[in-house]
Nanobody, 121 residues
Framework: VQLQASGGGLVQPGGSLRLSCAAS????????MGWYRQAPGEQRELVAS???????NYKDSVKGRFTISRDNAKNTVYLQMNNLKPEDTAVYYCNAQIVGVAPTFLINDYWGQGTQVTVSS
């Protein structure tokens, strides 16, 4: 199983970016999908998560600016980031709790490679 993230870049304050992360491999289903970020010298933190049902959870500082969504048919999670601020600068990582295929249906946690988001004028 692999998670492939894309969509990072350099943007000015107030700008927007959309991150995508696609899971591939031997997947039966995906439970929770999420985005984390890690700034230099800081611990990795949860930005947003979404359950298969569509229920979402956001870090307080991104509420109203970021929107997480997923396409279950494509095993893909998205993070729409609007009104970006310099403090959003970090490496963003996607995460997924994936149920493997038969006969074991093992549940494991997977991480994508990071994608850099830099907000600067």
């Amino acid at each position: 199983v692999q998670l492939q993230a894309s969509g990072g870049g350099l943007v000015q304050p107030g700008g927007s970016l959309r991150l995508s992360c696609a899971a591939s491999g031997s997947i039966f289903s995906i439970n929770v999908m999420g985005w984390y970020r890690q700034a230099p010298g800081e611990q990795r933190e949860l930005v947003a998560s979404i359950r298969r049902s569509g229920d979402t959870n956001y870090k307080d500082s991104v509420k109203g600016r970021f929107t997480i969504s997923r396409d279950n048919a494509k095993n893909t999670v998205y993070l729409q980031m609007n009104n970006l601020k310099p403090e959003d600068t970090a490496v963003y990582y996607c995460n997924a709790q994936i149920v493997g295929v038969a006969p074991t249906f093992l549940i494991n946690d997977y991480w994508g490679q990071g994608t850099q988001v830099t907000v600067s004028s």
